[in-house]
């Protein structure tokens, strides 16, 4: 069991590997998909049950608009079924559900349910299940870019005051704490255009399973490699220790 004090408050997940895993079988990809959203189920129950405060799933990107239209349109269906079925779950335990992405290219059989199960659960506090649909961390940077250049032309925003922190208010993940710990399922190494600016200081865990096998028990390894880092920010182990000391 993990600490509280080393569990992340933010998670990100890279759901990958639901094709392989399909194909493995000899089964069409959108079974991989299908059984894809039963992980994003368990893997919800469980960080709420853990005490996470915020898990963000990249549940289709930017670039997945390209795949074939019998998948996209499969995954749209999916993604439906979800909101519809997990509405009640996400309700009776506080969930707030969020998105970020471009959710205006959604369908409306998507952005109806979605827009409806966000505004209902708004103020809950329990934990924020973002899903990224439509998403890509370069478009969503040029957003907050474009957004930050209409505020200066409207005279808003002075050019001296963009620092970090202020270029960070105009992303849609302004209002979550910063991502502790980004895991890819799949066994591949790379972050495919998620949250860029977001996972600067993650800690970054590859796990050599398929997404559609991904339990409570993967998550739980993939928390105790990240209990186990020493996350420095910049400074050394040993101004690190002195910090702690001074905390008692
Ligand atoms: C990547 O696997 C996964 C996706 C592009 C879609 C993820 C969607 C789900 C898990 C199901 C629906 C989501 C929710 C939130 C209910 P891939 O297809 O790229 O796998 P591959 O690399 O093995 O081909």
Request: proline fraction near 5%; include cysteine.
């Amino acid at each position: 069991m993990t600490e509280p004090r080393n569990l992340p408050r933010h998670v990100g997940i890279i759901m990958d590997g639901n094709g392989r895993w399909a194909q493995r079988q000899g089964r069409p990809r959108l079974e991989g998909h299908r059984a894809g959203a039963d992980s994003v189920r368990d893997i919800t129950r469980a960080s709420r049950q853990l005490g996470i405060e915020a898990l963000t799933l990249y549940a289709f990107s930017s670039q997945n608009w390209q795949r074939p239209v019998d998948e996209v349109t499969g995954l749209m269906q999916l993604l439906r079924e979800f909101l519809i079925d997990e509405r009640s779950e996400i309700l009776d335990n506080a969930i707030r559900l969020e998105a970020i992405g471009d959710v205006e290219r959604l369908p409306p059989i998507v952005k109806e349910p979605l827009d409806e199960l966000r505004a209902a659960s708004a103020h809950h506090r329990g934990m924020t299940l973002t899903l990224a649909l439509s998403y890509g961390g370069r478009e969503s940077i040029a957003r907050a870019v474009r957004d930050a250049v209409r505020d200066a032309v409207a005279g808003k925003l002075a050019p001296d005051d963009v620092d970090v922190e202020r270029f960070a208010s105009y992303l849609p993940t302004s209002q979550l704490p910063p991502v502790d710990l980004l895991i890819r399922t799949s066994g591949e190494q790379r972050i495919s255009n998620f949250m860029l600016w977001e996972i600067a200081y993650a800690e970054l865990v590859f796990i050599d399973v398929q997404w559609p096998d991904f339990r409570r028990e993967h998550l739980q390894t993939c928390l105790d490699q990240y209990a186990a880092r020493e996350r420095r920010f910049g400074l050394t182990s040993a101004q690190l220790a002195s910090d702690l000391d001074l905390e008692g």
